[in-house]
């Protein structure tokens, strides 16, 4: 190193153990000691110095992770001790019969002791060390001969570039699985999809395909992990006598293993441990498909020895299959409690994960059409524990010639409404919210809601026994009610069933404002219902007017619009008002608004309690001179209205620079308007 001076050296030297010492708790122990912003000033520290002094930089440097130039191929490496495979246990009656296998080779009916760990869903690596430094990263490949993806794999961060402590071998050849956590992948599938760039299957794919990445800056960029759970030879560990032995030794070098290694006495302790694991298995961060039980004794395991590809000391017992193929016989479309438009799929039944499958969600048609899924089709349908089971991918290559392609119906499968989906959202939609029998009970509580027809007394679960005893099938059966019906029903007394018959009818009398927000038309909020009262002041002219007359009305676009347009063009939701005004429902003339519009165009956020008026009277003030009300802080904000005890609105307006007034202020502000 002739060009670097002698304290750059040094400084190289301690930043790289320093940040080493960093990796290993935060990787290994999970147990940081430092702030990401630390770690990256201690990073960057080490990155400006190699920069200027090139000749400082070395293999094992923290550094040298983010991944070399793109490779043409990969080598190939021939294993030093074979990557045997596993034979499969599918039962308890196959795990019993293994271990009697093992008692009737060694001549002897001594409880053997194992031990369990979780069989990880991922890619078998080895990782081949030579003076504590990694020289090699392979695939098994067929167990004998792999591939080096050397420089894939020294961009993973779980992965030592450097081994610690003492007593390290020459040459230490390490067996892992590498995987990539179960959110991660989930994270990386999303990303994929915003690039309308093909998904991966499943978290296993995942993982495979970064590592076969032959520019290892994209491997560097996937969140991809290592459990190791062994080692190739053991010339060198002679002196440990037990696996799990080897397994705590590989974590004292700074190896990342399992936390669910356990050893146990005998068979009757793997089985407990198998569906311990089973039942945990949803909740784990990332994917196991089984269990490995390994006979623990070192010296038992070389009696014991190997039968052709796999040892006879281990055997990994499998979890029932979460992943299966089967075939789409039909689609259905279900109608959420919102209104929106779910395909689900109609299986050939299949068994996965447990219990026998013959429907998957397909959550809606965008995911559909991505997924190319076809009526017919031959899919792999997946389930997680409790998880909805989906479909993950369409296998192609067994598409028959006369499969159906999957279309979005144009009118609601319960209600025959007609089914809206805006363009740029993927949710499709019935717009007959006030007759629709899936979204009845969320219709009638938010037209009895404090902000629409305000029914004191009506709450959630009286809304739900009245829908589910069958005296209200939408919003004008509440107008027919009697105290009797009521006084019958559960937890209703004569007292409670008098109130709410007098709330009902106090309720005839409203404004057209709450009246067109009680109608729960979608993206129809107080501000905009207040608008088109204003706008139309008839509510029969509001009715009849198209879509793109609707778009005159203030703050009223072209998704708001379509919405107002489709639920007024429903024959049931028309039917419905008139019910209500035959009824009594009413509401006076509504008079043009003389006040100024001097806000108009202007943007207002409240926050904080007022002392002088309600929330509600503060909002009805500032749209009576035009200005429009937000629920969040942005660049296009002109006041934020801070009260007592403001919430993080205040902190964003400051951030932002947006112009802060007090409840004084704000008082003012509207008398000298």
Not at 85 to 102: G, K, T, Y
Request: net charge neutral.
């Amino acid at each position: 190193m002739p060009n670097a001076p002698d304290d750059a050296i040094e400084k190289v030297i301690k930043l790289r153990a320093e940040i080493n010492e960093h990796n290993y708790r935060y990787y290994i122990l999970d147990d940081p000691t430092i702030s990401d912003a630390e770690y990256d000033r201690l990073l960057r520290q080490l990155q400006a110095i190699e920069a200027q002094y090139p000749e400082l930089i070395t293999a094992d440097s923290p550094t040298q992770r983010v991944g070399n130039l793109p490779s043409k191929a990969f080598k190939e490496v021939k294993h030093d001790v074979p990557m045997l495979s596993l034979d499969n246990a599918f039962s308890e009656a196959e795990v019993v019969a293994f271990e009697q296998r093992i008692k009737d080779r060694l001549h002897t009916e001594a409880a053997i002791e194992f031990a369990c760990e979780p069989k990880m869903d991922g890619v078998a690596i080895s990782l081949l060390y030579e003076n504590g430094f990694l020289i090699r990263g392979a695939t098994r490949g067929d167990g004998y001969t792999g591939e080096d993806i050397t420089s894939n794999v020294r961009t993973i961060r779980t992965v030592p570039l450097q081994l610690r402590g003492k007593d390290i071998p020459k040459r230490l050849e390490v067996r892992g699985e590498i995987y990539m956590p179960k959110a991660k992948f989930n994270q990386l599938n999303e990303q994929l999809k915003e690039r309308n760039e093909k998904v991966f299957v499943n978290p296993r794919n995942a993982a495979a395909g970064s590592l076969r990445q032959l520019d290892p800056r994209i491997t560097a960029k996937r969140p991809l992990e290592i459990v190791c759970y062994g080692v190739g030879s053991r010339e060198n560990l002679t002196h440990i006598k037990t696996h799990s032995g080897i397994v705590q030794q590989l974590k004292q070098w700074g190896l990342r293993i399992s936390m669910e290694v356990q050893v146990v006495p005998s068979v009757v302790e793997c089985l407990q441990y198998y569906y311990s694991m089973m039942n945990k298995r949803p909740h784990l961060p990332y994917e196991i498909d089984g269990i490995v039980y390994k006979v623990n004794n070192i010296e038992l395991q070389e009696r014991l020895g190997f039968v052709a590809r796999a040892p006879r000391w281990a055997i990994a017992h499998k979890f029932p299959a979460q992943e299966e193929m089967t075939i789409v016989e039909a689609i259905e479309f279900q109608v959420g409690r919102t209104g929106i438009l779910t395909p689900v799929a109609r299986l050939k039944p299949v068994f996965v994960g447990g219990v026998t499958v013959s429907n998957a969600t397909l959550h809606n048609m965008d995911e559909v059409q991505r997924k190319d899924v076809h009526v017919g089709d031959t899919v792999v349908i997946r389930r997680a524990g409790d998880v909805i089971p989906e479909i993950v991918a369409v296998v192609l290559t067994k598409r028959p010639p006369h499969t159906k392609i999957i279309e979005l119906p144009k009118h609601c499968p319960v209600c025959g409404s007609e089914v809206l989906k805006p363009e740029g959202e993927a949710a499709a939609r019935c717009e007959g919210g006030l007759v629709c029998a899936a979204q009845r009970k969320e219709a009638i509580k938010h037209f009895a809601s404090r902000k629409a027809m305000d029914i004191n007394g009506l709450g959630d679960k009286l809304v739900e026994q009245l829908v589910e005893v069958g005296l209200v099938h939408d919003v004008a059966d509440l107008y027919r009610l009697t105290q009797a019906q009521l006084a019958n029903l559960d937890r209703m007394a004569e007292k409670s069933a008098s109130n709410l018959i007098a709330a009902i009818g106090q309720s005839k009398t409203t404004t057209l404002a709450r009246f067109i927000y009680s109608l729960g038309i979608r993206e129809v909020g107080e501000a905009t219902a207040l608008n088109l009262a204003q706008h139309f002041r008839d509510l029969r002219l509001l009715m009849q007017e198209n879509a793109e007359n609707l778009q005159k009305v203030q703050d009223v676009g072209p998704i708001v619009a379509a919405h107002v347009a489709a639920f007024f063009r429903q024959q049931h939701n028309s039917d419905i008002i008139n019910k209500l005004i035959h009824f009594g429902v009413h509401w006076p003339a509504v008079k043009i608004n003389q006040a100024k519009q001097v806000f108009a165009g202007k943007t207002f956020v409240l926050t904080g309690s007022l002392t002088t008026m309600t929330r509600d009277e503060a909002t009805a003030a500032l749209q009576k001179v035009g200005a429009k009300v937000s629920g969040s802080v942005s660049k296009k904000t002109a006041y934020v209205v801070a009260g007592v005890e403001p919430g993080s609105k205040l902190t964003q307006a400051e951030k932002l620079g947006v112009t802060i007034l007090d409840e004084k202020q704000f008082l003012k502000l509207l008398q000298e308007k």
